[in-house]
């Protein structure tokens, strides 16, 4: 096997960070300065600011306006080395990070902070035909399939056809989809609205389907009814208790009924990173590993997971797969880390809980923000706060302000641009 890239000194102990999303990123922060040869692995070069991925997939924003590179990002921290890499699995035995390539990389310290992955309930050849949305590649192609779709119709001819091509499917009814459902309703009734001479752009069908009882539903029941209403008000067709079972070239199948639609769009389950087997300890049934207090592992106390591969339960509550919880945990294990190489006890986690926001287009959200519950407007302008804020770098933060306002007061979205190869269908 090939030797250790990259430099490390060999008097330090080494700490290898798998992930630059969140959790990786603040633990690689929260080690600025310590007295560790620090190596973070990403199989990408940049950290993608994912609570705004479904405004690249929706045409709002571009690729560069939600990710910045990652060794732009730490380039002042100077006992930190950037690899670009793919991690195939964990040798904890012998303290190994197994590369793709073939090579692997020696620790003292490992923070596992890989994600999560599309889940589609045992079904992997929805994948295809259904793609989900947690990457940058992931957006382009929902945005392709979205444009094309208006596009084909187009020239289409055929009024059925038309109408599947016209009919656009969104499952799962958590905050990703509702922001995506909310979006997309605007792009057809007020962003195309003027583009084509054939077709009525407003006249897309637009479902949103959700196997629970409720839309959002680890917000409070008024954010609920707020966020139901404010969908549908858009023209949004919002089905609870819908449970998909099939996903085909035709569209989709809830039990014995049928619909015919040309794209759709995922956003019904996740499932932890597949890395995760390789260490060879329990699992929950969505893949994550059920860490100590401390975030260590019992088994391998060198070992320390956050983010969407931490099964973490605090108050007999398990903590949900949000930014907020992957950057506090990021930063406690670096922190623990830096405790350990000093040989001090290391401190448990207790997530600081801000609250919850989403989305539903064009003035409209919700949120549970510091105990209050707020809707509408006022939700809105909140929610671009926030996002503005914790968005990575001064020209991100200027871009997407100016880019809101302007889809703001002229309803145009000004990212619609069809990259991938356009194909006679928006399908794969």
Not at 50 to 64: D, I, R
Not at 311 to 317: D, H, I, P, Q, S
């Given at each position: 096997?090939?030797?250790?890239?990259?430099?490390?000194?060999?008097?330090?102990?080494?700490?290898?960070?798998?992930?630059?999303?969140?959790?990786?990123?603040?633990?690689?922060?929260?080690?600025?300065?310590?007295?560790?040869?620090?190596?973070?692995?990403?199989?990408?070069?940049?950290?993608?600011?994912?609570?705004?991925?479904?405004?690249?997939?929706?045409?709002?924003?571009?690729?560069?306006?939600?990710?910045?590179?990652?060794?732009?990002?730490?380039?002042?921290?100077?006992?930190?080395?950037?690899?670009?890499?793919d991690v195939a699995g964990i040798d904890p035995a012998a303290r190994r990070v197994v590369l793709a390539a073939g090579a692997s990389i020696r620790y003292d310290y490992l923070v596992l902070a890989s994600g999560a992955a599309h889940a589609y309930f045992g079904h992997p050849e929805w994948e295809p035909r259904a793609p989900g949305l947690k990457t940058l590649d992931d957006a382009l192609e929902m945005r392709r399939r979205v444009l094309v779709a208006f596009e084909t119709a187009e020239r289409e001819t055929d009024a059925a056809a038309q109408r599947r091509l016209l009919t656009f499917v969104i499952v799962g009814a958590g905050p990703t989809g509702v922001e995506l459902a909310g979006a997309l309703a605007e792009i057809a009734r007020q962003s195309l609205r003027e583009d084509f001479r054939r077709i009525q752009p407003q006249s897309a069908r637009i479902l949103l389907l959700e196997g629970g009882p409720?839309?959002?539903?680890?917000?409070?029941?008024?954010?609920?009814?707020?966020?139901?209403?404010s969908l549908e008000r858009l023209g949004v067709e919002v089905r609870t208790g819908a449970i998909v079972t099939q996903v085909d070239d035709d569209g989709v199948a809830i039990g014995t009924e049928r619909i015919s639609a040309a794209t759709v769009l995922w956003a019904a389950g996740v499932a932890a990173s597949p890395i995760a087997k390789s260490l060879g300890v329990p699992l929950d049934r969505a893949g994550r590993v059920a860490p100590e207090p401390t975030l260590a592992l019992a088994a391998y106390?060198?070992?320390?997971?956050?983010?969407?591969?931490?099964?973490?339960?605090?108050?007999?509550?398990?903590?949900?797969?949000?930014?907020?919880?992957?950057?506090?945990?990021?930063?406690?294990a670096g922190s623990n880390i830096r405790r350990a190489a000093a040989g001090q006890p290391l401190e448990p986690f207790h997530y600081k809980d801000y609250g919850i926001m989403a989305t539903i287009g064009r003035g409209a959200a919700v949120g549970d923000v510091f105990g209050l519950k707020i809707s509408g407007f006022f939700a809105w302008l909140f929610w671009i706060f926030l996002h503005i804020f914790w968005l990575i770098g001064f020209r991100n933060r200027i871009v997407v302000m100016t880019e809101w306002g302007w889809a703001y007061f002229t309803h145009q979205r000004r990212a619609r641009l069809i990259t991938g190869g356009v194909t006679a269908s928006p399908g794969p």
């Open positions: 096997m090939n030797p250790d890239p990259g430099p490390a000194s060999a008097s330090l102990p080494r700490v290898v960070i798998v992930g630059g999303g969140f959790g990786g990123l603040n633990a690689a922060r929260a080690l600025a300065g310590a007295d560790v040869s620090v190596t973070l692995l990403d199989r990408h070069n940049y950290h993608l600011f994912q609570p705004l991925l479904y405004q690249v997939a929706t045409a709002s924003l571009s690729p560069a306006d939600v990710a910045s590179p990652i060794r732009w990002i730490l380039r002042h921290q100077k006992n930190v080395e950037v690899l670009l890499a409720h839309v959002l539903a680890p917000f409070a029941e008024p954010l609920r009814v707020a966020a139901r209403r106390p060198e070992i320390f997971v956050v983010g969407d591969l931490c099964a973490f339960v605090e108050n007999g509550m398990a903590l949900p797969g949000v930014a907020q919880v992957a950057m506090q945990q990021g930063t406690r």
